[in-house]
């Protein structure tokens, strides 16, 4: 029974870490928001450090 419960507790913390990271919105490339050091070109290397920002914050 306690291995039960405790195999429960970690599956139920495990869900809620993937869960933070599932609502980081992602963006695409050409999207502005991404431009990250603001000379108006969103490079591919831009929008993979915006994106783990992102993913990072939540």
């Known amino acids: 029974m306690k291995r039960f419960l405790l195999s429960t507790l970690t599956v139920l913390m495990s869900m809620g870490a993937i869960a933070g990271m599932a609502n980081a919105a992602q963006v ?31």
Not at 29 to 58: C, F, M, W
């Open 28 to 58: 695409g490339l050409g999207n502005p928001i991404a431009d990250l050091n603001e000379d108006g070109t969103v490079t591919l290397h831009e929008v993979v450090n915006y994106n783990r920002d992102q993913r990072d914050k939540s």
